[in-house]
C-alpha cells in the first residue's frame, strides 16, 4: 500500500510509460483497436504485434500464439464480480463467506492476555501481539514434523506484514501531540511494536473447515521496530551504515513500513519496507554545513525530510539507547563517521528483509544486493536447476521504476532446505536491474553496477563504491534513463508460462501534464470523487505484462 500524499522525489528526465504508450498508440495498425469499443486493448500494449490481445485472454496455450504451451486455461472467473463501493466494509461475491481469523492486539504467546482495547494494554505487550494495518501475507504449509510441506493445506505458518497504523484504534484519545512533539513516550513504545511482521500458526478444524490460530505456538513471533537485524550483501560494513548502535555498520534495529512481500524458493519469507523515509527526521535548514553534497542528494531523492510521519524522533525524554532519537537523521555528534548519532539511520531502511519462519530464532537480514528502494515486493521467478534465482520488484511511488534482482549463484535443489544459509548464497551476492520500456513494444534490463559505465560516470551523484550504488539505486536508475511508472506496486509471475504483471496504481493529471493525449488514450479519463471533484488522469492505474524467454535474460517484449 502506499499513500497519495507520497510526494514525488523524481526530477529526472527520463521518459514515462504512459509516453511510450501514447507513441505506440500512433502506430495506424494499433489506434485502429481502439475503435469498436476495444480501448482497453491497449492496456497490454507491451506484447508483440502478433499478441497485442494476449492480456485480455490470458496466456499459455488460451488462444495466445506466442505463449508457451500449456495447460488450459478458464476463459471466465468462477465467481460475479462484486461493484465498485466506498463502503467501509468487507463486499464478497455471492456464495462465500469471511470470518475473523487474527486482530491488531490479539495475544501470541499463552501468557499474555486478551487485548482489552482501552488503552490498558501495556506498551511491551505488543511484542507478543497482533500488529497493525495487516497487509502483504503469505501462507507456509506444515508438516507434522514441524518443516514445510507443499500439500499441507490444514496446517501452516501465516507470516503478514503490519504496515502502518491508525492512531484512533491504538490509542483511545488518539496521539498525545503537544506543540508538535509526542509527549507520551508509552504511546510512542506501543507504535514501534506495531509496525513489522507477524509469524501464527494456523490450523483448520475438520468438519466445520473454520480456521483458527494457537496462541501459544512455538513458532509464533514478531519481527518490529526494535528487533536486530543484521545487514547483509555489499553495503554491509559500508561507510554509510555506521550509526550509533552500529559503530561497524554490520546490524540495524528494526523494519518498518512492511508493505508487499516476497517468499524464497528455500521457504523463507521476504518483508518489504516501503515509505521508511517518512518516519525519519530531517530539517532541511541544518543541513549546510553539516552534511555532504552527496548526502543531500540521497536524502532528497528519498524523500527523507521534515520532522517524521508519526513524530517519533520528537519525544524529548529519550532512553539510553536511544529508541526514539534514532530516528533523528540529523548530524548531532562531533564525529566524522557518525558513530556518535543516527545521522545515516536512514541508510539502513529500504530493503528487503528475509525472515526464516521455521526457526523462531533465526537472525533476520537486510538483503542489500537488492537494492534500496521503496519496496513493494519481491516476486520470484520459477527457480530452475542450473540457473540463477530472479526475483522482480517494484519501488511503489509515483514516477518511479520496476527493478529485477538475479543471483550469481545458480540454483541447486539441495538448498530447498537450508533456510537462511540459502539467502546468504543466492541473495548477498547478484546483479540488480532496472526496467526501460521502449515505445516500439520492447524492452531492456539494464545493470545498476559500477561495470556499467553511464552509472560509473554520473556527475549528479559520483559513486564511490558497489555499496553506494546498492544504497542509492533510484540514483543510478536515474543514471541510466530507467522508465518512470505509475506506482509499481503488486506483481505477479505465471507459474505456467513465466510472463510477469506488475500492477501500476495510478497518477493524476496534476504530475503529469495531460494535454498532449485525446480521449482515445485510455489513461486521460475522470473518475470523480464522491463529492464530484474531476481526478483526472490515470487515477485507478493499470496492469503491464512482460515477457522474457528465460527470467535471467535482459530483453523482454
Known amino acids: ?298 536524502f532528497n531523492r528519498y524523500g527523507v525530510s521534515g520532522n517524521g510521519r508519526e513524530l517519533w524522533a520528537t519525544v524529548t525524554l529519550d532512553t539510553p539507547d536511544n529508541l526514539y532519537g534514532r530516528w533523528n537523521a540529523m548530524k548531532l555528534g562531533a564525529s566524522a563517521d557518525g558513530s556518535d548519532d543516527y545521522r545515516n539511520a536512514p541508510n539502513t531502511y529500504g530493503w528487503n528483509v528475509e525472515i526464516d519462519p521455521f526457526s523462531p530464532n533465526s537472525v533476520p537480514k537486510k538483503r542489500t544486493a537488492m537494492g534500496r528502494i521503496a519496496h513493494e515486493g519481491a516476486w520470484p521467478a520459477k527457480a530452475v536447476a542450473g540457473k540463477p534465482v530472479v526475483f522482480y520488484m517494484g519501488c511503489d511511488s509515483r514516477n518511479e521504476y520496476i527493478y529485477k534482482y538475479v543471483s550469481t549463484a545458480v540454483w541447486d535443489t539441495a538448498d530447498a532446505t537450508r533456510g537462511m544459509a540459502a539467502g546468504d548464497k543466492y541473495l548477498d551476492a547478484g546483479k540488480l536491474y532496472v526496467a526501460k520500456f521502449n515505445a516500439d513494444g520492447t524492452g531492456q534490463w539494464i545493470e545498476l553496477s559500477l561495470s556499467n559505465p553511464t552509472v560509473a560516470g554520473y556527475t549528479t551523484y559520483p559513486f564511490a563504491n558497489e555499496a553506494d550504488v546498492a544504497i542509492n539505486s533510484r540514483l543510478a536508475a536515474d543514471a541510466v534513463g530507467a522508465t518512470k511508472m505509475d506506482r509499481p506496486e503488486w506483481g505477479a509471475v505465471d507459474p505456467v508460462n513465466g510472463d510477469v504483471y506488475m500492477t501500476l496504481t495510478n497518477n493524476n493529471a496534476t504530475l503529469r501534464p495531460l494535454a498532449a493525449t485525446d480521449a482515445a488514450n485510455p489513461r486521460h479519463y475522470n473518475d470523480p470523487r464522491t463529492d464530484g471533484t474531476a481526478q483526472r488522469g490515470n487515477p485507478n492505474g493499470h496492469i503491464i505484462r512482460w515477457r522474457e524467454t528465460s527470467p535471467e535474460v535482459l530483453t523482454f517484449t
Open 1 to 298: 500500500m502506499s499513500h497519495d500524499y507520497d510526494g514525488i522525489s523524481n526530477t529526472s528526465r527520463n521518459a514515462h510509460i504512459n509516453d511510450l504508450i501514447d507513441q505506440r498508440l500512433q502506430d495506424p495498425r494499433r489506434r485502429g483497436l481502439l475503435k469498436g469499443g476495444m480501448g482497453l486493448a491497449a492496456l497490454s500494449f507491451i506484447g508483440s504485434s502478433s499478441t497485442l490481445l494476449a492480456g485480455c485472454g490470458g496466456g499459455g496455450g488460451d488462444g495466445d500464439p506466442a505463449a508457451p504451451s500449456g495447460p488450459n486455461r478458464p476463459s471466465t472467473l468462477g465467481f460475479n464480480a462484486i461493484g465498485k463501493s466506498t463502503a467501509d466494509s468487507v463486499a464478497l461475491a455471492a456464495g462465500y463467506n469471511a470470518t475473523i481469523l487474527f486482530r491488531l492486539g490479539d495475544p501470541m504467546a499463552g501468557a499474555i492476555p486478551a487485548y482489552m482495547n482501552n488503552g490498558r494494554d501495556s506498551a511491551e505487550s505488543f511484542a507478543q501481539r497482533a500488529g497493525d494495518h495487516h497487509d502483504g501475507i503469505h501462507y507456509f504449509g506444515l508438516s507434522a514434523n514441524n518443516t514445510f510441506s507443499a500439500t499441507s493445506s490444514d496446517r501452516g505458518l501465516l507470516v503478514q506484514n503490519h504496515e502502518a497504523i491508525t492512531p484512533a484504534f491504538l490509542h483511545p484519545a488518539g496521539q498525545t501531540i503537544v506543540s508538535g512533539a509526542r509527549t507520551v513516550p508509552d504511546e510512542v513504545l506501543r507504535e514501534f511494536y506495531v509496525h513489522g511482521v507477524s509469524i501464527i500458526e494456523v490450523q483448520r478444524t475438520a468438519g466445520n473447515g473454520a480456521w483458527s490460530y494457537k496462541q501459544d505456538s512455538t513458532f509464533n513471533r514478531r519481527i518490529h521496530t526494535l528487533t536486530e537485524i543484521e545487514l547483509s550483501g555489499p553495503a554491509r560494513g559500508s561507510a554509510q551504515m555506521i550509526t550509533k548502535f552500529s559503530t561497524n555498520g554490520a546490524r540495524t534495529r528494526g523494519t518498518v513500513n512492511n508493505c508487499a512481500n516476497g517468499y524464497t524458493p528455500w521457504y523463507t519469507y521476504l518483508t518489504c519496507e516501503e515509505n521508511w523515509a517518512g518516519y525519519f527526521r530531517r530539517i532541511t535548514a541544518t543541513d549546510n554545513p553539516n552534511r555532504t553534497a552527496k548526502e543531500i542528494t540521497s
